[in-house]
Structure formats: structure tokens, C-alpha cells
């Protein structure tokens, strides 16, 4: 199967996940968690973050970074996806604790694949890439019911920003 049809079939399976948006379990929150952020990511549809994030998000970093509301949360995102254009994240666990009453966190372990073949806020590409050594990281979604439906309200990444600057800049 070429690549294009593998990620057309793809997109339709992580859309229709995405579908349900009336999330009921642990197993549903880590399936709409999964799926939204290979949209985001392997997809590059920043613009989710807009519908699936609530406007006053808070997106916090491991190195202190803090951005509040999805402008700023997709500014971020758009930094990443520029300085590594084919970048790929890869989920390797996921669990999740809450209920629907209460809402959901949704711990969700990974690692990225890509090069640095854009340009970034250190200057140019260095075509260093990242890979499942010097990208693994930790997310934590807290999903809370706003309006009817299920929204990011919150968001830690645990990811190494300092080895991914290093990388930016083309350090050891």
C-alpha cells in the first residue's frame, strides 16, 4: 500500500475515534487522546486545536513555558512543525484515570521522528533528527466537559526541550 492511501485510511480511522465525542470510559478518553494528537501531529491539523482545545487552555512546558489560550498553544505547535517538517510522533502508552463525571487525565507516553530541515528560532536547519533517544517525553491531557463536549482543558509536557534545543542549535 503506498503511503498516501496508508495515511488516507489513517486519517478516516482517527476521525471516526474523534467521532465519539461523548466520552464515557478510561478506554474512550485514551482512544480521543491518541487520536487527537496524531491528527495534530502526524496529520500537522493544528487547526484541531482550535475546536478540541478549550479557548483558555493552559499549555505548560517542562522547562517553565507556559501559554495560555489556543493561539498561543497552536504558535507553539507551529514552531515544531516548522523546524521539523516530517517530524512524527509515536505513541507508546497511554493510560488514563477519572471518570466522566468528573472528567479525565490522560497520561500518554511517546517519542518524535524527524529532521531539522526548517528553520527554527535558533536560525537555520541543522538536519540533526529526533528519534526514541533524545525525544521521549510524557504528556498529561486533562479533558473536562465544557458546553456538551469533551475539551483539552489543560496540557503538561514532559518531553526534554533542552536536548531538543541542543539539537535546534546543533550542539552535542
Not at 493510560?95 to 537555520?124: H, I, L
Request: glycine share 6%; net charge neutral.
Amino acid at each position: 500500500m503506498d503511503i498516501c492511501t496508508r495515511m488516507a485510511l489513517e486519517r478516516k480511522e482517527l476521525e471516526q475515534a474523534m467521532a465519539k465525542s461523548d466520552l464515557r470510559s478510561k478506554a474512550d478518553a485514551i482512544a480521543y487522546a491518541d487520536a487527537l494528537t496524531r491528527m495534530i501531529w502526524n496529520h500537522n491539523l493544528l487547526g484541531l486545536v482550535h475546536e478540541y482545545y478549550d479557548p483558555h487552555a493552559v499549555y505548560k512546558c517542562a522547562n517553565g513555558l507556559k501559554i495560555s489560550g489556543t493561539d498561543g498553544i497552536v504558535n507553539e505547535f507551529l514552531s515544531m512543525q516548522a523546524a521539523f517538517p516530517d517530524m512524527r510522533v509515536r505513541i507508546t502508552e497511554t493510560f488514563a484515570a477519572g471518570d466522566a463525571a468528573q472528567g479525565f487525565t490522560v497520561y500518554q507516553r511517546s517519542w518524535c521522528e524527524g529532521s531539522n530541515t526548517g528553520t527554527s528560532k535558533f536560525g537555520p536547519p541543522t538536519g540533526r533528527r529526533l528519534n526514541e533517544t533524545n525525544s521521549m517525553g510524557q504528556t498529561v491531557y486533562q479533558f473536562t466537559k465544557i458546553q456538551e463536549r469533551w475539551k483539552v482543558s489543560s496540557e503538561f509536557s514532559l518531553r526534554s526541550q533542552p536536548t531538543i534545543d541542543r539539537l535546534l542549535q546543533n550542539q552535542p
